[in-house]
């Protein structure tokens, strides 16, 4: 059974998920918000109405795979400077709906903030970019990236696919610290 390793950026409309291995390949990329279906979108819809699309699309990416194949999950916690007419409330929707459906499927998961997440991939958490995760991301997974539609979302869920996959490696004595 493969080892398989997931980074969500969870957000209200564009939730991106990432799905690596341990190898490094990536086996599935995700931004909920590309095509999304008019019924889900708009500022007026209720979280719950918005959340089930999201938790319906992250669950066809966990189910393609079966959850027993998965190791570890990041997601990015919390960031409640978001400049768009969202509230803690309905921020908070989506990351305890992601976090109730993680632990339901007996997948491991750890929820950073985004200063924690930037300083470990890219060893620094001071003035980082969109762009320069995307980047870096590029820099990883080289030709696997895909040339359209690789939006911010995505690039910030397989940096945490990828934290995911070093946690996993630190946990069970792969990599050593000293």
Known sequence: MKKLFVGIDPGQTNQGVAVIDLDLN????????????????????????????????????????????????????????????????????????????????????????????????HDTSANITKQDTKNKMKEIFGDQIPKKRFTSNIADALAMAYLARQFYLLMTGYVDLT
């Open 26 to 121: 990536i086996a599935k990329l995700l931004d909920t918000g590309i095509g999304i279906p008019e019924m889900y979108k708009g500022k007026n819809k209720p979280d719950i109405v918005r959340n089930s699309y999201i938790y319906y699309k992250t669950k066809s990416v966990i189910d393609q795979f079966g959850a027993e194949s998965f190791k570890f999950c990041v997601m990015e916690g919390p960031n409640y400077s978001s400049k768009y007419n969202v509230t803690p409330i309905s921020i908070g929707s989506i990351h305890g709906q992601n976090q109730i459906y993680f632990w339901d499927q007996n997948i491991d998961f750890a929820v950073l903030p985004p200063r924690s997440i930037q300083l470990a991939v």
